[in-house]
């Protein structure tokens, strides 16, 4: 097996179209709006919890069809989005989050979709089918979708002074 190329550190190579946002928030679960969630299926209440070693917020929802699904999102400040590309495994597709970069990996009925949004860090959001066989949304879709919304509710990073 030949092992995967490396990911440049160089903040040359980063492609973000927008600002770089923060990655940090005191309240993980108001990084989406009530609103914004009802409109997108969520119809229990969002939860704070670990999403894939970090803090984050857990969402869960029925599609028109009865299938339940569930989400997540997270922020990352400690890890740049290069290093924490070069840690995982081959992605299985690319996705951009309103103009923010990101990477999937679709492991069964789980996608992780891990988005450039700082030098200093990542926003990850994944989606979940929660029963096998169910015909309900994709998981890469949710996450795109929730992690779309996500990265355009938060503040901008400071400016550097």
Not at 95 to 102: A, E, H, Q, R
Request: negative net charge; glycine residues 12%; hydrophobic residues 30%.
């Amino acid at each position: 097996m030949q092992p995967r190329p490396q990911v440049s550190e160089s903040p040359a190579s980063v492609s973000r179209a927008g600002p770089a946002k923060v990655t940090e928030v005191a309240e993980k679960c108001a990084v989406l709006d009530e609103q914004e969630l009802r409109g997108f299926g969520v119809d229990q209440p969002p939860r704070e919890r670990d999403v894939s070693g970090m803090w984050g917020c857990e969402y869960q929802g029925t599609s028109d069809d009865d299938q339940v699904w569930s989400a997540a999102v997270a922020l990352n400040g400690h890890v740049s989005y290069k290093a924490e590309l070069n840690r995982r495994a081959e992605p299985t597709g690319s996705s951009d989050l309103k103009g923010y970069p990101g990477k999937t990996f679709r492991n069964g009925m789980d996608c992780t979709l891990i988005a450039d949004i700082s030098d200093r860090g990542f926003l990850v959001a994944n989606g979940t089918k929660v029963t096998p066989g169910d015909r309900g949304p994709d998981p890469c879709v949710i996450a795109e979708q929730l992690g779309g919304m996500a990265v355009l509710n938060l503040p901008d990073e400071p400016a550097a002074g």
